[in-house]
């Protein structure tokens, strides 16, 4: 992937100084790579069923719809709280300090409905794990999660375990 890999900008000391970010503004922004990402996202799941693709907030609402609509499946939002206005169902979970909250409407995932979590950046794998967690509390299946971009040395995918996890670039360091 490293067509696509070269399409990234790298900044250094952001958010915080010791801190590389990687900016996927750059490859969005460009017609090719976007359109490659998504294509080769969707090659994963080809010959799958999938249901509905959950795009967590914030940039996994770039990545999911787009794959939801190539693969022929719905698209639901996994949103902060108090973003949706129907009922809804939550799940709080740990962070390195401190906890977070993730909600769905209630009605966005029926029983039995296969689901793939998508968002733009696979990290400690903490988001994603109360993403599968909220998703099955409504009978949902999750079938995998898929993301741009996976920082490998933070061992995310550990924390989503029997899963079927892709990854289109990995960072080691």
Same mark, same amino acid.
């Given at each position: ?34 359109h490659?990402?998504?294509?080769r996202?969707?090659?994963h799941y ?8 959950? %795009? ?17 499946? %719905? ?22 300090? %401190? ?23 696979l ?29 490998t ?13 892709f ?7």
């Amino acid at each position: 992937m490293d067509d696509l890999k070269k399409l990234i900008r790298e900044v250094p000391d952001y958010p915080k100084p010791g801190i590389l970010f990687y900016d996927l503004t750059t490859l969005l922004k460009d017609k090719t790579g976007f359109h490659l990402m998504i294509d080769r996202l969707c090659d994963h799941y080809h010959g799958h069923t999938i249901d509905i693709v959950a %795009g967590i907030e914030a940039r996994g609402f770039i990545f999911a719809p787009a794959l939801a609509y190539r693969l022929g499946a %719905g698209f639901v939002p996994v949103r902060k709280p108090k973003k949706l206005p129907a009922k809804t169902a939550s799940i709080t979970y740990q962070l390195e300090y %401190g906890t977070d909250t993730l909600e769905l409407h209630e009605d966005a995932i029926q029983p039995g409905q296969r689901v793939i979590i998508c968002d733009d950046l696979l990290a400690t794998g903490g988001t994603a794990a109360a993403t599968a967690k909220l998703i099955q509390q409504l009978g949902g299946t999750v079938e995998g999660a898929a993301f741009a971009v996976e920082l490998t040395f933070l061992k995310g995918r550990s924390k989503l375990q029997g899963l079927d996890i892709f990854s289109l670039i990995q960072y080691d360091k």
